[in-house]
């Protein structure tokens, strides 16, 4: 199955896996989410056709504010595809690009989790879907695989190390997107599709990752990058 003209939106979920939520502690500022919730979100792209496909290119950015080159990581996820009512309809890899220098600081009014998770060139899905029946979701390796000039990196972990179960993941999302709402605190990246109580069918979630890139292995350009998993496939693309 492919995802091809069926995606509506695509959100990501933050720490998820525990060694996540404690380097992001490490790494941020005390305002971040990191510090005050076990449990957060954002929207992954503004438009669908920002997403790269297998063999395209992700894209390193600027800093905002100063123009300045700054780290990138790489975040190897499991994402779901969501049917009517969240119901989980099937299983892609995906690659959440991350301006991690951008994301952990504070940058004025911006929203520093939407300037540092969101541009064109940002995201990477597998156009492969497997579906529910044909795998065991709860217990898969998901590796990260990075190759630069005669070196390679190469690490992987399992979805056994999640702290919730998938199929929680799309309420949490709702319930803490209704929080805001209601509390008139919702920034740029939260500003998701929500219809009667439901994310729309066609939402991929990136289920977040337990494996963070070492410093020596943040992105540089010509970097090739792949995320795989035997039973789902590959996931392969180059920085520029």
Not at 5 to 27: E, F, H, P
Not at 220 to 232: A, L, N
């Amino acid at each position: 199955m492919s995802n091809e003209n069926i995606a509506t939106q695509v959100i990501g979920c933050a720490y998820s896996y525990q060694v996540s939520l404690s380097v992001r502690r490490a790494k941020t500022i005390d305002s971040h989410s990191s510090h005050t919730r076990e449990f957060s979100f954002f929207k992954k792209v503004e438009n669908i056709a920002d997403v790269v496909r297998e063999e395209g290119t992700l894209r390193l950015r600027k800093h905002p504010v100063t123009n300045q080159s700054v780290n990138h990581w790489y975040e190897p996820e499991l994402a779901v595809v969501l049917g009517e009512q969240h119901r989980i309809v099937g299983y892609l890899l995906a690659n959440d690009f991350t301006a991690i220098d951008v994301e952990s600081e504070s940058i004025g009014k911006q929203d520093a989790t939407y300037v540092g998770k969101v541009w064109a060139g940002s995201c990477s899905i597998s156009s492969r879907i497997v579906t529910p029946a044909k795998i065991d979701a709860d217990n898969l390796k998901i590796s990260l695989r990075i190759e630069r000039n005669r070196e390679a990196w190469e690490r992987t972990y399992t979805t056994q190390q999640r702290k919730w179960p998938f199929e929680a993941l799309a309420k949490k999302i709702v319930e803490y997107y209704e929080q805001l709402k209601q509390e008139g605190e919702l920034r740029q990246s939260k500003q998701i599709i929500v219809e009667n109580g439901f994310l729309p069918a066609g939402t991929i979630i990136l289920t977040g990752t337990g494996l963070i890139t070492p410093s020596y292995w943040y992105a540089q350009r010509g970097d090739i990058v792949s995320v795989y998993c035997k039973e789902i496939g590959e996931l392969r693309n180059k920085v520029e």
